[in-house]
């Protein structure tokens, strides 16, 4: 069964911190790895990271996957209150007719002024 | 373009009623996806319709069962509430099924059984 691990399940920083969450993962035939933020309700799209595509960077927002090691990393740096909310990471497997997301628990962060 | 809408928000039900929540995807998108959310096990995977069609369903029991219409426009529905189905409902949408497409989340249904 697929299977995705977020680590740490829960950050304190102050504002202007760096941060760095954690996503491994267990999947067969692997086609993607996916990054959301949800703060109040609907998880909200970051990136998406493929064998050809591993890194990805949006602002003071950066995630890459390691294939090899079966893992990606979300980097948040000179954070800002507005940052807080819970950050999912989620694989799909094989897709088509059987397709299917499987997400991690997620990381809330709180970031504190 | 409008985003994903869930109605209702807000569901206060009691054990053993059945409910049914509604989703309409964004304009064009023929594939809804949709998830509960719970502390304790992270958002899981219910099922996804593509063109009025179940493509896949989760691991959730019979109770859980849902639709797709004409429209795009996705029912899910609960029979014989338990206090465990308690739960944050989330619908995606995307343009293409199977992953193909990244999905745009709804704002959810929070639903209490009491």
């Known amino acids: 069964e697929d299977k995705v691990v977020q680590s740490p399940l829960s950050l304190v920083v102050h504002e202007g911190d760096t941060v760095t969450l954690n996503c491994s993962y267990e999947v067969t035939n692997f086609r993607s790895l996916l990054w959301y933020k949800q703060e109040k309700k609907a998880p909200t799209f970051l990136f998406m990271l493929?064998?050809?595509?591993i890194e990805k960077k949006s602002g003071r927002l950066s995630s890459i996957l390691d294939k090899k090691e079966l893992s990606s990393i979300l980097n948040i740096t000179a954070t800002q209150t507005g940052d807080s909310a819970i950050y999912l990471c989620?694989?799909?497997?094989?897709?088509?007719?059987?397709?299917?997301?499987?997400f991690g628990k997620g990381t809330l962060l709180t970031v504190n002024p | 373009k409008a985003g994903v809408t869930q109605t209702p928000r807000y569901l206060i039900k009691t054990r053993g009623q059945q409910v049914t929540l509604s989703c309409s995807p964004i304009s064009g998108h023929r594939s809804v996806s949709w998830y509960q959310q719970t502390p304790g096990q992270g958002l899981q995977f219910l099922f996804e319709y593509f063109s009025e069609t179940q493509r896949n369903k989760g691991n959730f029991p019979g109770r859980f069962s849902g639709r797709q219409f004409s429209n795009s426009r996705s029912e899910m529905n609960v029979s014989t509430l338990e206090l465990g189905d308690s739960a944050l409902y989330l619908c995606?949408?995307?343009?293409?099924?199977?992953?193909?497409?990244?999905?745009?989340f709804g704002p959810g249904t929070r639903l209490t059984v009491l």
């Open positions: 989620a694989v799909p497997n094989s897709g088509g007719s059987n397709y299917k997301l499987t």
């Open positions: 995606a949408s995307s343009l293409m099924a199977g992953g193909e497409g990244t999905q745009y």
């Open positions: 493929t064998s050809s595509g």
